[in-house]
């Protein structure tokens, strides 16, 4: 089983839509969560650290199920540069960060 | 100010010819890892520094080897490059193990 998995998409929505993103871990000692943001033929960077109790950013929401093993991101009023693959990033025990494949997000006007 | 560099951003190379790609960085952060992410695909960790201490992951093919002479720097090496090493190298840091980590904008690799 991979240690973090992802819906690969591709989303596409409306401007103005919101859209949700969820993704899996397998491992449950996992500590740290992050939500990436990867640009076509760019590198990643990071979008949100995601904390239990939950965290905002202006338009993005993140959340932690340590229940259920998920994380999730919900974007609201997307934009168009709101394109973009979202990766997943789990870690745990080490120091390997556990990436997912990426959700791909395109935002139509 | 760019903060993790990575040189050079586009490199050529002919089959079995070493390469050298580099990062360096002005975070002072004490981990340095390098990833290959090919096509539609999550960036692979190759191998990390802690400081000076050397991380290999078990699945690195030996073709790629890593140097740090400093704290700044760090080199993934390429002893013999095939078809299949095709792919963007990234480099990232953080400041300690499962801390936030940083980017460079990658090298992508052409082997003809």
């Known amino acids: 089983r991979k240690e973090v998995e992802q819906d690969p998409g591709p989303f596409n929505v409306p401007e103005g839509a919101t859209v949700a993103f969820n993704c899996t871990y397998s491992n449950s000692a996992s500590q740290s969560f992050f939500w990436y943001r990867q640009d076509c033929r760019k590198e990643p960077k990071l979008l949100m650290s995601v904390y239990s109790s939950g965290n905002e950013d202006g338009r993005f929401t993140a959340q932690l199920n340590r229940a259920s093993q998920y994380i999730s991101l919900l974007i609201r009023d997307s934009k168009l540069s709101d394109s973009a693959t979202y990766l997943c990033?789990?870690?745990?025990?080490?120091?390997?960060?556990?990436f997912g494949t990426g959700t791909s997000l395109t935002v139509i006007p | 100010d760019a903060m993790v560099i990575q040189n050079p951003r586009y490199q050529v190379t002919q089959f079995g010819k070493p390469v050298t790609l580099s990062c360096s960085q002005t975070l002072n952060h004490n981990v340095m890892y390098w990833y290959q992410q090919k096509s539609s695909q999550a960036p692979k960790l190759l191998f990390h520094?802690?400081?000076?201490?050397?991380?290999n992951e078990a699945d690195t093919p030996d073709n790629f080897q890593s140097r740090r002479p400093n704290t700044s720097f760090c080199f993934l090496d390429i002893r013999s490059p095939g078809l299949g090493d095709a792919a963007m190298y990234l480099c990232a840091t953080s400041r300690d193990r499962q801390e936030t980590q940083y980017f460079g904008p990658g090298t992508r690799l052409l082997v003809l």
């Open positions: 520094y802690y400081d000076k201490d050397f991380n």
């Open positions: 990033v789990v870690t745990h025990t080490g120091n390997q960060f556990y």
